[in-house]
């Protein structure tokens, strides 16, 4: 019995994994065209191939009677596409680029001649999108890796785009959050993805942590006008794609070192603030079989200790701890210690030593502190109160 419920446990859990895969559609794109003679007459049947520059993932149709062609659900990345039939040269494009919803179109004209010469042409798709009209900016790999980054969180770069806006926040745990306003809406309007899939906190809904730059291929942020496939929000869409590995290893190691080594005095503590940060980390990607699957992987570590305020307060002199209040003062007067069973005033202002309770002297002991701060008087205290980021 107890195998039967392991296999059906096992069973779920891998039809939960396949469910899974339709949610990659919206870190997708396509490329489409129309494949025509020198005299601009359709070529219908021709055998037109798109192949992944990186992964060497081809797919293969042919174009209909109007001699046209479709493929969607790319992933992202830079592609060839090669265009061959019979009685003709085979036309190969070459560097066209696919970011997140683009649909490329790249159009192909076949010259007369033999099958086996092939026409090598090295030139993206055009830049300007017209099969929709959602206003969007793409923040690419290069911006991402360029740009300076303070905190290294990538979606620190919305602020750049027009009508866009980062807020810093926090939940009331203290973890970061990603707050976006776009085009004046709320923040928890806007919907945030990460690889299709949602990634908004269930509290607020805003935005949770992002991977660190090193594993962001770009990312997406759509203002207004976006597909149905998005829904929900009336915000903006922000989608953050990560990277893929290739079938070529590549890596990359990091370390960022923040100090107080150059900073200036804190006007109120009279001397710079204290901070040790370290960012990090590393990506490893590469093949698992050529061709076929692939793998990635990315680690960011973060500590940071830093000293953020002061405590201030008054407490117990060391005479005052043993019951003398001889020499105690309050605005320039004399405290006066009453006896609360006589209500009359302690002979010498001095609490004896049996009426002090030996738990409550224990307690001020090992607990209470000494005064360390003059300027606040014989009593004052001051406890700087340092903050440490795991």
Known sequence: MKVRDTQFCFYLLL?????????????????????????????????????????????????????????????????????????????????????????????????????????????????????????????????????????????????LIPGAQRLESRTEQGFNINVVSVNGARPELSNMLLDGGDNTSTLRNYGSNVPNPDAIQEFRVSANNYSAESGRSVGAIVNVVTKSGTNEFHGSAFEYHRNDAMNGENFFLGAPDKLNQHQFGGTLGGRIIRDKTFFFASFQGYRRSREQFRNTGLVPTELERRGDFSQSVFKGKAVVVNDPLTHAPFAGNVIPANRISPIAATFIEKVVPLPNNPERGPNGYTITMPLSDP
Do not use: H
């Open 15 to 159: 039809a939960f994994l396949f469910t899974a895969v339709p949610g990659w559609a919206q870190t997708t794109a396509s490329i489409y065209g129309t494949v025509t003679d020198a005299q601009q007459g359709v070529l219908p049947g021709t055998t037109v191939t798109v192949t992944n520059i990186l992964t060497n993932e081809s797919r293969t149709a042919e174009t209909n009677d109007l001699g046209n062609y479709t493929f969607l659900n790319l992933s992202l990345g830079t592609y060839k596409v090669q265009a061959g039939l019979p009685g003709f040269k085979t036309i190969v494009r070459e560097g066209i680029e696919l970011s997140l919803n683009r649909n490329a179109k790249v159009d192909m004209q076949l010259e007369i001649g033999e099958l086996a010469q092939t026409v090598v042409v090295n030139a993206d798709a055009p830049l300007v999108e017209a099969t929709t009209n959602e206003m969007g900016t793409l923040m690419d790999q290069r911006r991402i890796g360029e740009l300076p980054l303070n905190g290294r969180n990538t979606l620190s770069l919305v602020s």
